[in-house]
């Protein structure tokens, strides 16, 4: 005998809708509010231009930071037993839930001229991270790392081991058989983890401005522009925005399937 | 009998049906909350004169300029002192955000801002329930790192002295540093200036962070006490900023309001601004 499909209850039906309105109604707000008409203007304005590029250049160079250290990491946590295994993977899945602010509170003590490592940087080598590009760059990795560090965990965890064993059974050395085996293997779960750093990096906001300021052109990224320019420029603002909103939706288009499943 | 069955044998229900549960106790506790504060409100405007007249009763919201973060605390716990049954929320920020904030509707019943021009646009919106009184005025001043490392002994020297933090344009306390520069007749170079979206955040790029040098309002630098050093702008080129404040037309607490706006205007209000370091308006 088979099951009649039931009718999903109405209630919950109805919650779920005033959920989805709850996400869609602010988005259609952005697009309603946005001067199409001058949006090309808007977005070459020489602010706009500024706070496009440098954002480019700042999240991409968080996203590199991020695999380049965060490959490592994950690997470490996934594969390698040590004390204290529970505890470092909390303190990198840290920055996921502390407020931005706090984390750029905390990049200051670290590394401003008057923090722990900053005050050796500033007097040894004259490098000082706050106030500068590079000190964007480490705010963006310091919130984005921990997304590419999950995720290829993740990824690692799940993997078969097997095909790495045969390798090993089979003469390849270590490195040989991270690079043909585990790599290919994995190599959704970095594209994905990549991608989603990258979008936080991307609209990174509240460490940004707490460590390195609001420079127009060498700090200023999209969010700060964003939320400096509503007042002064309405118009650029939400052009800004629009160009966020529409990175963000490709993201999770992009990345859907790996999530949520094919519908 | 079939459908028991049917029910036991769905997969995991139990999860989402805490989840509901969960949101629905919440939305209650919402809904509870809610009631409670209208019940308040009305009540209080039912029969507002069973005191002696002045006193203020129920909840008053007040925008107020993030210069005033210290004297308006005080203000609003002295305030509440002497009127036991009025609360008042305090929402600081720069005058310029707050502004456009009443103006998209946040709900507010009084404004006090830095700067006269925020408010007009509050008023040419039609939106005040009277013409703002000032109630203070502050100056701007020049604050370095302890013990002033840089040297710096004027405007003059801003240009050179590494990173400068300056209020943003829309904040009032940007754009009264822009009008004392350019009154010294100097630029410096964009790309030393990082700009605070209101006078605190400016103040603790030189406190917290690796600003060398901050424009802010002479009261700021007296609350940051030995964080900072101070070197004074020369009157010439100094600029001083009235500090309006007004109920806003919306109030649903209008009398409470007008009360918190006398009250600031008051001797005890002022005796506190005066303590805090504003000149008289």
């Not at chain 2, 716990?77 to 998209?104: E, W, Y």
């Not at chain 2, 404040?245 to 109030?251: E, L």
Request: glycine fraction near 8%; charge should be positive; aromatic fraction near 6%.
């Amino acid at each position: 005998m088979t099951t009649p499909r039931r009718r999903p209850p109405l209630g919950v039906v109805v919650a779920a809708g005033v959920a989805v309105a709850f996400f869609a109604l602010p988005l259609v707000g952005l697009v309603r509010r946005a001067s199409w008409s001058t949006l090309a203007d808007d977005l070459g304005s020489p602010d706009a231009r500024s706070a496009l590029g440098l954002s480019l250049v700042c999240s991409l160079s968080a996203t590199a930071l991020s695999v380049l250290f965060g490959m490592p990491l994950a690997w470490v946590l996934a594969r390698v037993r040590f004390p204290g295994r529970a505890f470092v993977r909390g303190l990198v899945l840290l920055p996921l839930v502390l407020p931005p602010v706090v984390g750029g509170v905390a990049l200051l003590s670290a590394f401003s001229r008057q923090g722990i490592v900053g005050g050796y940087l500033y007097d040894w080598f004259g490098i000082q991270l706050t106030f500068s590009t590079a000190g964007a760059v480490l705010a963006e990795t310091f919130v984005a790392l921990p997304f590419f560090v999950i995720t290829v965990e993740a990824g690692l965890r799940s993997m078969d081991r097997r095909y790495e064993d045969v390798a090993a059974t089979l003469g390849a050395a270590r490195r040989v058989s991270f690079q043909r085996v585990t790599l290919p293997l994995v190599a959704p779960a970095v594209i994905a983890g990549a991608v989603l750093s990258w979008a936080r990096a991307l609209g990174e906001f509240g460490a940004t401005i707490t460590f390195a300021g609001n420079i127009v052109g060498k700090t200023q990224t999209l969010p700060l522009a964003v939320y400096l320019q509503l007042e002064s420029n309405p118009d650029v603002a939400i052009a800004l925005s629009l160009v966020l909103l529409v990175v963000s939706l490709t993201v999770i288009v992009s990345l859907r399937e790996r999530w949520l499943g094919p519908s | 009998m079939h459908v028991p069955t049917d029910r036991r044998a769905r997969p995991s229900p139990g999860p989402a049906g805490r989840a509901v549960a969960v949101v629905a106790a919440l939305a209650f506790a919402m809904v509870g909350c809610s009631s409670d504060d209208s019940e308040a409100s009305s009540g209080s405007s039912a029969n507002p004169t069973t005191t002696t007249g002045s006193s203020a009763t129920g909840a008053v919201t007040v925008s107020a300029a993030a210069s005033l973060t210290e004297a308006f605390t005080t203000i609003k716990d002295d305030f509440t002192k002497a009127n036991p049954k009025a609360s008042v929320t305090i929402n600081f920020g720069s005058s310029g955000q707050l502004a456009t904030q009443i103006r998209s509707g946040a709900p507010a019943d009084v404004a006090a801002f830095a700067d006269q021009a925020p408010m007009a646009t509050v008023g040419d919106a039609n939106l005040l329930a009277a013409p703002a009184r000032v109630f203070a005025r502050n100056q701007l001043t020049i604050v370095t790192k302890p013990g002033n490392p840089r040297g710096i002994k004027g405007l003059a020297d801003l240009a050179t002295a590494g990173t400068i933090s300056l209020c943003a344009q829309t904040a009032p306390c940007g754009k009264f540093a822009d009008q004392a520069l350019q009154s010294a007749g100097l630029t410096i170079p964009t790309g030393s200036v990082t700009r605070g979206p209101d006078v605190k955040a400016t103040l603790s790029a030189v406190t917290e962070g690796d600003a060398d040098a901050a424009i802010v309002y002479v009261t700021d630098a007296t609350v940051a006490g030995k964080a900072v050093g101070t070197v004074a702008i020369p009157e010439a080129h100094n600029v001083v900023a009235s500090y309006p404040i007004a109920v806003i037309k919306a109030s649903d607490n209008p009398k409470a309001a007008q009360a918190f706006e006398d009250w600031v205007l008051g001797p005890e209000g002022q005796a506190v601004l005066r303590a805090a370091g504003f000149m008289a308006p």
